[in-house]
């Protein structure tokens, strides 16, 4: 009975390439040709889990060797690596941009509900303090607050739709970001 074919599927679908299977399967043979095995019940089974085996050998010895050159790369390869953890030069301008965009949002609120906006979200100060100052109730303080989240939303929404983001922005209370 020839198996191979069905050896070389079994070890595809396990994750193997064709090469490795191959390899694994050549495995299995010389040490089926070359040691003394006793009587075995399930033959196939036997076959399966041999190869099986060797697999999970072969990929555990080629993940060492894998380790192995890049640790002796990083002692011997000179400089270290470099990671540049700036982000991209097009991140960059995208994040630009959307600054911008916001700036200009922020911009056409009327001058209260931006100040209102700029001393809670930038400066942190509590909302009874702002009405205190202003001399307004603390619901007038968060009325002015949800405007400008409107329109932060609205833009945030502009935006997604012209890069064609199939995300939307879930109306969730009390997260507003931008």
Do not use: C
Request: no cysteine.
């Amino acid at each position: 009975m020839d198996l191979r074919p069905a050896l070389l599927r079994y070890l595809t679908l396990r994750g193997a390439t064709a090469d490795e299977a191959e390899d694994v399967l050549q495995e299995t043979y010389l040490k089926l040709s070359t040691s003394t095995i006793g009587p075995i019940d399930q033959p196939r089974a036997y076959l399966y889990r041999m190869a099986n085996n060797h697999f999970l050998l072969h990929r555990r010895t080629a993940n060492r060797r894998a380790r192995r050159e890049e640790d002796w790369v990083d002692t011997h390869g000179g400089e270290p690596r470099e990671i540049d953890e700036q982000p991209s030069a097009e991140t960059h301008l995208i994040a630009r941009q959307q600054l911008a965009i916001l700036q200009g949002v922020l911009d056409g609120l009327p001058e209260r509900t931006r100040a209102i906006f700029r001393r809670f979200r930038l400066d942190g100060e509590p909302q009874r303090q702002i009405a205190a100052d202003i001399g307004i109730s603390v619901s007038a303080v968060e009325k002015h607050l949800a405007r400008a989240y409107e329109a932060i939303t609205a833009a945030k929404l502009e935006l997604n739709e012209d890069r064609g983001n199939s995300r939307h922005l879930r109306n969730q209370r009390g997260h507003h970001g931008f």
